[in-house]
Nanobody
Framework: QVQLVESGGGLVQAGGSLRLSCAAS????????MGWYRRAPGNERELVAT???????DYADSVKGRFTISRDNVKNTVYLQMNSLKPEDAAVYYC?????????????WGQGAQVTVSS
């Protein structure tokens, strides 16, 4: 079992910055990749950024050059630095941990952090 607790959401003006944090606890030794997804009202959940244990990253095209994902493996925390925010970035952001392997592998999700961007 893994528990994910997100923090750092809020209201920001367009062009501003926010940093989201996601602290993992529990069976963190079996976590593989960690990442961030988001869901805006009326939209499907979409990938924002992921980072593997080896440090490989993947970003949605819409956030490349503006968002940066990072991990502190000692603190079992993943961060999402969001710069140059746009109104279309407004969504609930969810932290995700890819845990375990094979038939025992599963994803764990945080409770979500609301990000609101005013124009």
């Amino acid at each position: 079992q893994v528990q994910l607790v997100e923090s750092g959401g809020g209201l920001v003006q367009a062009g501003g910055s926010l940093r989201l944090s996601c602290a993992a606890s529990g069976d963190t030794a079996e976590i593989n990749a960690m990442g961030w997804y988001r869901r805006a009202p009326g939209n499907e959940r979409e990938l924002v950024a992921t980072m593997s244990n080896g440090g490989s990253t993947d970003y949605a095209d819409s956030v490349k050059g503006r968002f940066t994902i990072s991990r502190d493996n000692v603190k079992n925390t993943v961060y999402l630095q969001m710069n140059s925010l746009k109104p279309e970035d407004a969504a609930v952001y969810y932290c995700c941990a890819d845990h375990g392997k094979g038939s025992k592998g599963r994803d764990y999700w945080g409770q979500g952090a609301q990000v609101t961007v005013s124009s």
